[in-house]
Every structure is written in C-alpha cells, then in structure tokens.
Nanobody, 117 residues
Framework: QVQIAESGGGLAQPGGSLRVSCAAN????????MAWYRQAPGKQRDLVAI???????NYTDSVKGRFAISRDNAKNTVYLQMNSLKPEDTAVYYC???????????WGRGIQVTVSS
C-alpha cells in the first residue's frame, strides 16, 4: 500500500518563503502526476500546482510567478517552493499522487502553512 506524507511548512512572514515536500513510502511504478492542493478554513480544497511525469507544470493563477513545483522521481518526492508568501496563502496543504488507474490515487494528511506577521 502506497502512503504519502507531507513535511516542511509552518509559519512564515508575508513576503517570506517556505518549502513543503511530500514523499511516498515506496517506489512508485508507473506514470504518476503529482500535485499540491490547499484548503483554507471554511473553503473547498483547490488545486495549487501539478507536475506530470514528463515535467509539465501548471499553476493556479494566484500563485503563478511565486510558487514552483518540482519532483525527484528517484526519491518518489514532490516539492513546492513558495516565495513571496501572502496571508491568503494560509491553508492546509495536501499532496496528491495520481497514477491514473482506479484505486491508485493517493492523498497525504495535509500540513499547515501559516503566513502572518
């Protein structure tokens, strides 16, 4: 059973930076898209960034130019570098590994990111 878990995050000041990581507990075999979602209090969970197997990336408009998603396939890990953070970036961040097959879509438990002075 594949399990994935986030790490990093925490508290940052407006304009600051944080990096979150998400690693799988075993080698991922097969084409896998990796993504970051976030959910602020009282709001739905929204896609932040996604990176496909071939390295193609896509971002929600509010983070373009500030966030960067990357992956290390050898380590089964996806990263989200967050720069120029804003208070509205405060949320629980979740990672997702999607292998495109039934029962092969995995979620982490989430990690808190708080941007506040």
């Amino acid at each position: 059973q594949v399990q994935i878990a986030e790490s990093g995050g925490g508290l940052a000041q407006p304009g600051g930076s944080l990096r979150v990581s998400c690693a799988a507990n075993r080698r991922i075999v097969g084409s896998t898209s990796m993504a970051w979602y976030r959910q602020a209090p009282g709001k739905q969970r929204d896609l932040v960034a996604i990176i496909t197997e071939d390295g193609t990336t896509n971002y929600t408009d509010s983070v373009k130019g500030r966030f960067a998603i990357s992956r290390d396939n050898a380590k089964n890990t996806v990263y989200l570098q967050m720069n120029s953070l804003k208070p509205e970036d405060t949320a629980v961040y979740y990672c997702n590994f999607d292998m495109g097959r039934p029962n092969h879509n995995y979620w982490g438990r989430g990690i808190q990111v708080t941007v506040s002075s």
